[in-house]
């Protein structure tokens, strides 16, 4: 047993007898010799181990250059590679959120290509500003007096905190200290904006008289969270921004509303429930308003702050501004996006946002009966594949507790025994499709919820690739 791994590890060959293989000879054109070379020692040492272990390992030197050859194509692949979101929800923090609108796509591309009148008026010939591309939009479609734009909500947050209550006061119902995932929360936010949080009422009630105690000499601004990933429910008291706005305005203190997802038209109209708008929000008497640009708006990320004049005047003046701007290439594909928002009636074709969520679930249904025989063949016998009625999630913290009714496929392994690891198997080889199609695991099932897969074709295709990895014996 000790010698033959010994006679079998001389056999491997030399580098050099490597990279004279048509395989290395074309991986060297591809990716240049020293990135060649290492691929081929690791090869080699892989193929030395397999061989030390006793399993079967060719010692070829085309095959250690085909070995190596794999493993360069393997990692020159982008892992930020496209994927089939069935899971269920639209805008998947974790799969980038919205998906941009075809005009959107085509200002980001030209703006990339080209130079472009970024900050430079073109009437004038003199320097222009930045948000200029966004401020009539913006006021046209909220109402407010001005607008800016930063890097993503949490930053207009934190940019908004940092500029009207740094060393001073920001007050905040004990109901709306969030978390909103990943480091967002609220009071760390505060204490990097260097505002000293002011909590008010409990947990469930906050009272008028709460805020009229609280504001005082040393109240930078009053700050109002729309209460994005959870609803507090029961025994409860809010005060409602337009009571606020007036006691805000009264005492001379701004009133700062953080929106979360924020949206421009009443989603009512496609069937989904009322979320507050920007423009009902600014009517109520915020002075001003932070949302984010890629959650129910349907832009790239971005987070928007719009209102008072003065007050965004202030915050532009702020140091930190500079530092939390964003690039032509999402302001392009920004401006580009809220300008579908001039005609509501189209943005159910236009916008994919709002086109996934209005999908009736009849349409999805309809594509899932006729998925499941293609679906089904792929998968072979070993699988119970079934049309469902499920529920979708808008996703980002919109409209928590709504869900939408969908339709999609439930995958079940036939035998109970050893379930559980068939299910997480299967979930692998659909992460390892050309295009990985990732799904939700519930019940005991694999569930592809079909709502935002609009190329039926493409999906076929792709599922033509399915390799379940048992015939190689690859656990
Ligand atoms: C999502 C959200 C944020 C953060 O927005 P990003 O654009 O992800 O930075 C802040 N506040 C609320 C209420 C939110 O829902």
């Known amino acids: 047993m000790t010698a033959e791994p010994d006679f079998r590890l001389r056999a491997l060959p030399a580098v050099d007898d490597v990279l004279k293989q048509d395989a290395a000879t074309l991986a060297i054109a591809r990716f240049g010799r020293p990135a060649v070379v290492k691929a081929v020692r690791q090869a080699l040492e892989a193929a030395r181990d397999a061989l030390r272990a006793g399993k079967p390992q060719s010692s070829r030197p085309d095959a250690i250059a085909s070995a190596a050859l794999a493993t360069l194509t393997a990692e020159a692949r982008s892992n930020l590679r496209p994927v089939f979101n069935l899971t269920g929800t639209v805008l998947h923090t974790n799969l980038g959120r919205a998906l941009l609108a075809e005009a959107a796509v085509e200002a980001a591309v030209a703006a990339m290509r080209s130079a472009v009148a970024l900050e430079f008026d073109l ?7 930045r948000d200029d591309h966004l401020r009539g939009l913006l006021g046209e479609f909220s109402g407010a007096e001005d607008a800016t734009v930063v890097n993503n909500n949490a930053a207009a947050v934190l940019l908004t905190l940092n500029t009207l209550a740094k060393g001073r006061e920001a007050v905040v119902s004990r109901g709306e200290l969030i978390e909103i995932g990943g480091a967002f929360r609220m009071p760390d936010i ?5 505002a000293r949080l ?3 009422g409990t947990t469930n009630r906050t009272h008028y008289k709460d805020y009229a105690e609280a504001i005082g000499p040393k109240t930078g601004l009053v700050l109002k969270v729309h209460t994005s990933n959870y609803r507090i429910a029961g025994f409860t008291k809010e005060v409602g921004a337009h009571e606020l706005a007036a006691l805000t305005r009264e005492r001379g203190v701004p009133l700062v509303h953080d929106l979360g997802s924020g949206t421009l038209v009443d989603l009512a109209g496609w069937g989904l429930a009322h979320e507050p708008t920007v423009a009902e929000t600014i009517a109520d008497g915020a002075d001003i308003v932070t949302f984010s640009g ?13 209102g008072r004049k003065d007050l965004i005047a202030k915050i532009n003046r702020n140091p930190m501004k500079r530092a939390l ?3 032509k290439i999402r302001l392009a594909a920004l401006a580009a996006t809220l300008r579908l928002y001039r005609n509501p009636d189209a943005l159910a074709d236009e916008l994919p946002t709002i086109r996934l969520l209005a999908r009736p679930q009849l349409a999805i249904k309809a594509m899932a009966h006729r998925l499941l025989p293609i679906v089904a063949a792929k998968l072979g016998a070993r699988f119970n594949v079934e049309v469902i009625a499920c529920a979708s999630q808008i996703g ?15 995958i079940r392994p036939r035998t109970a025994r050893g379930a559980g690891r068939s299910l997480d198997r299967l979930a692998a080889a659909f992460r390892r499709l050309p295009v990985p199609v990732i799904g939700r695991l519930e019940d005991g099932a694999q569930i592809l919820d079909l709502r935002c897969l609009e190329d039926e074709a493409a999906f076929a295709a792709n599922f033509a690739a399915l390799d379940l990895g048992d015939d190689h014996g690859v656990t």
Do not use: H, N, Y
Request: charged share 25%; glycine share 18%.
């Open 123 to 129: 009437a004038t010939g003199k320097r222009g500003e």
């Open 190 to 194: 505060m204490a990097r904006a260097g």
């Open 198 to 200: 002011k909590e008010i």
């Open 294 to 306: 890629d959650k129910l708006l349907g832009g790239p990320q971005a987070g928007f702050i719009v």
């Open 325 to 327: 701007r964003i690039d």
């Open 396 to 410: 980002s913290g919109a409209l928590p507790l709504e869900t939408i009714p969908s339709a999609g496929l439930a």
